[in-house]
């Protein structure tokens, strides 16, 4: 999309083949309705913390079906707008799927098209494990449309959506389960943000199983384990990582190099081993965030288009987990802080925030920075806790630019918020 209006917008002339809805994964069965369902989920329990400031409520009911239809209306919006958006730009579009046939020609619908850059953003999809029963489980492709809410839900996985989907499920009412074969949640993350969402999880009655991970599904559904235990649920989604989509594409018969697990490998100008042919975004498997695809698409069509080679830098991007807690990260986990630098210096903090001091609830905010030792600057933020994403993604532009933590404590925080905790933190946590 991006890469597309923006190359328009320079002169060039451009056609995108899109068979299915327009927005990928983001619009149709990623961040956008994923976020809607996590902010059904978390009413729950406003309604609760509603009580102990003095309000007087019935008792809440749910209906699935409403949700789910007033997230496919407001998706069917954007889908129109973006699609208005390439008109408007001047792309002719093509309502087939695409294939390559050389350095300069794709084929949709049997019609050869040529031109001087051919550019794959095909995104990624959902992968499940080849255990006996697959077929019995959904993906989060299908958990964005399920017919009715579930009684008793199993999620399989570690990552950011098996942690959100798992929050989710459980916020509606829904006897929840996370299974996760590792020793940790969201692996590649800081590790105390694994340890302690998964506190957090389990406080609001998710059963977390680590170190666990179905070997069959059986029609009922019953899931045998690999260590042998089972468990009835009424649904299995699995959440156990996706792949490049590269597969029939005619890529490889272009010349275009693939790694190992289908994608497109390219340069830092997003150029794979044809010249002429370009990648961005999942199909790249190189930071799979929608932003950073925005990014590579118009920093693409910057190089190609306006004589301005444009390089995007991959480095200390944010990232937030929409799991109840929320969970944002900025920088450098404290264990690749280590391996880096060496000597580094960790500050921690954690605590009750003040909208749930007047009630019986437990959960508490977590909040990490990271500092190199030698230059003092910050090189990692970490945080748990109500709107960690939208307090992570201001503390990212420091850490972009290089802030010390001498700077972090010039700040004066806005008080009471949880976000002045970031410039507030004085005491160096001493790790074993």
């Known amino acids: 999309m991006r890469a597309s209006r923006v190359a328009a917008s320079y002169g060039a002339r451009v056609a995108v083949a899109e068979p299915g809805r327009f927005g990928g994964t983001c619009v149709n069965v990623g961040c956008i309705p994923k976020k809607l369902f996590a902010y059904a989920a978390h009413y729950r329990e406003d309604f609760a913390v509603a009580k102990s400031f003095g309000w007087t409520l019935g008792e809440p009911r749910f209906d699935w079906r409403t949700l ?3 997230k496919d209306r407001e998706i069917a919006r954007l889908n129109g707008v973006y699609e208005g958006v390439l008109t408007k730009a001047g792309a002719k579009i093509l309502r087939q799927r695409a294939t390559v046939v050389d350095a300069h020609t794709v084929e949709a619908a049997g019609e050869r098209y040529s031109a001087r850059h051919i550019l794959v953003a095909t995104g990624s999809w959902p992968q499940v494990p080849d255990i006996p029963g697959r077929e019995l489980a959904v993906t989060s492709n299908e958990a964005f449309f399920l017919d009715k809410l579930p009684r008793r839900a199993l999620v399989v996985g570690g990552g950011y959506i098996a942690v959100e989907f798992a929050s989710i499920f459980n916020g509606l009412g829904v006897q929840t389960t996370l299974a996760y074969r590792g020793p940790r949640l969201l692996r590649g993350f800081d590790a105390d943000l694994g340890e302690r969402i998964a506190e957090e999880m389990r406080k609001k009655g998710v059963d977390i199983k680590l170190q666990t991970n179905p070997a069959k599904l059986e029609p009922g559904i019953r899931v ?28 490889e018969g272009a010349g275009v190099r693939l790694a190992g697990d289908g994608a497109v490998a390219v340069d830092e100008y997003s150029r794979s081993s044809v010249d002429s042919i370009h990648a961005i975004g999942d199909v790249t498997n190189r930071i799979n965030l929608t932003p950073v695809a925005t990014a590579e698409g118009m920093a693409l069509a910057k190089t190609l288009f306006h004589a301005e080679p444009t390089p995007v830098d991959h480095v200390n991007v944010p990232t937030a987990v ?29 605590f009750r925030a003040l909208k749930l001091t007047l009630g019986g609830h437990e959960e508490r905010t977590f909040m990490k920075l990271v500092v190199d030792a030698a230059s003092q600057r910050v090189v990692g ?21 290089g802030a010390t933590k001498a700077q972090f404590d010039a700040t004066i ?20």
Request: glycine share 10%; hydrophobic share 40%.
């Open 381 to 401: 933020a970490h945080m748990i806790g109500p709107d960690a994403g939208e307090i992570i993604q201001g503390v990212a532009i420091a850490v972009k630019l």
């Open 224 to 251: 045998t384990y690999e260590d042998g235990a089972t468990q009835e649920a009424d649904l299995v989604m699995f959440a156990t990582g996706r792949k490049p989509n590269t597969a029939g594409l005619g890529l």
């Open 68 to 70: 789910v239809a007033n």
């Open 413 to 432: 925080g806005i008080h009471p918020t949880a976000a002045e905790e970031f410039v507030t933190m004085r005491e160096r946590f001493q790790s074993p």
């Open 322 to 350: 929409f799991a109840d807690p929320n969970l944002a990260t900025v920088g450098m986990s404290e264990q690749a802080a280590r391996r880096h630098y060496g000597q580094i210096d960790v500050y921690k903090t954690a």
